[in-house]
């Protein structure tokens, strides 16, 4: 190729085009806008030394509006990557080791590892958060759309993306953020359910020709050829002692999620587990003696977890259980 695009900061939704030997302003229309007749649009954007469209400067940065894009041609970026990230390109069967700054175009697909993170951007806007976390064990397709656009920026196979202000296709739902301040998960199990919870703010889950809003702290599941389902309320935050509360029959909270750490900031865990409801938990038997300090937050029947309560300090002694299997 012959240019390089990278996304760029712009309130007007720009990408960078950078000019290479032997580029002019009519090739690179001709190659990257969905009507090359338009590039003369380019001149609106860019301070060019001359409106000769044959005389545009190697290494230069050119504004084009991603309206006028060609789909495959619009780019998002790889903003971070952390652990085990690999990319593969639209048309390769290779996969390769994925790297912070990278493009990503429509059709190129991302993976994590077990231990893998990826944080990708849609536009670059100093003020704005537009992207998406890729957590670990998880399967992505790029699909960057400007914002005014109803398509999904992402397609997720398999795994968890935590988004802002991305749209998200699964194989069941579409995803659509409904306020400037929303913040959601959305996971793909196993068995193709869907399932999206709002932390913040709210957004459109659109499946089997229903469309629900989901408020911050509701969840809501779809299952693949179904409707969604009714939101449901999350749990609020544990905030346990040394015990856990015991949980009432009926209750959508199906474990907990406990943490256990030497220090009160948890930079160090000694133990990070879940435990049925109905276990009684042994710590006698799982930490050696000592004082430590817990947090423990919910997981639902959608499989969705809380937020961590505050943390307590504990004493474990022989015998201690967190909670008493006949609370």
């Given amino acids: 190729m012959s240019v390089l695009l990278l996304a760029s900061a712009s309130a007007e939704e720009l990408q960078d085009i950078v000019v290479k030997p032997g580029?002019?302003?009519?090739?690179?229309?001709?190659r990257y806008l969905k009507d090359p007749s338009k590039w003369n649009e380019l001149l609106k954007y860019n301070r060019l030394p001359t409106r000769d469209a044959d005389l545009i400067l190697p290494g230069m940065a050119l504004k084009v509006p991603v309206l006028l894009v060609k789909e495959e041609y619009r780019a998002a970026k790889l903003a971070s990557a952390a652990g085990l990230v690999l990319f593969r390109k639209r048309g390769s069967v290779d996969w390769r080791r994925a790297a912070a700054d990278m493009a990503l175009y429509r059709g190129d697909r991302l993976r994590t590892g077990p231990t893998g993170r990826a944080e990708i951007s849609f536009?670059?806007?100093?003020?704005?958060?537009?992207?998406?976390?890729?957590?670990?064990?998880?399967?992505?397709?790029?699909?960057?759309?400007?914002?005014?656009?109803?398509?999904?920026?992402?397609?997720?196979?398999?795994?968890?993306?935590?988004?802002?202000?991305?749209?998200?296709?699964?194989?069941?739902a579409l995803v659509i953020p409904r306020t400037e301040d929303t913040r959601f998960d959305a996971s793909v199990d196993k068995d193709l359910n869907t399932r999206v919870r709002v932390r913040k703010g709210s957004a459109a889950v659109r499946a089997g020709g229903r469309e629900v809003v989901v408020r911050e702290d509701f969840a809501v599941e779809i299952r693949p050829g179904m409707p969604p389902s009714d939101?449901?309320?999350l749990e609020a935050a544990v905030d346990a002692g040394s015990a856990l509360p015991a949980i009432p029959p009926g209750s959508p909270v199906r474990r907990y999620h406990v943490q256990i750490s030497r220090d009160p900031d948890f930079s160090s865990l000694i133990m990070d587990r879940s435990f049925d409801v109905l276990d009684a938990v042994e710590l006698d038997k799982l930490l050696p003696p000592g004082e430590f300090w817990m947090r423990?937050?919910?997981?639902?029947?959608?499989d969705f977890e809380g937020k961590f309560g505050k943390p307590r300090r504990i004493t474990v002694a022989k015998h201690q259980v967190l909670r008493d299997a006949d609370d």
């Fill in 23 to 30: 580029d002019t302003l009519w090739s690179i229309a001709g």
């Fill in 123 to 172: 536009t670059l806007e100093a003020d704005t958060d537009t992207g998406l976390t890729v957590l670990p064990g998880s399967l992505v397709v790029i699909s960057p759309q400007p914002r005014s656009a109803p398509e999904a920026d992402i397609e997720l196979h398999s795994g968890e993306i935590r988004g802002t202000h991305a749209t998200v296709m699964t194989n069941s």
């Fill in 231 to 233: 939101p449901v309320r």
């Fill in 296 to 302: 423990v937050s919910y997981v639902d029947l959608l």
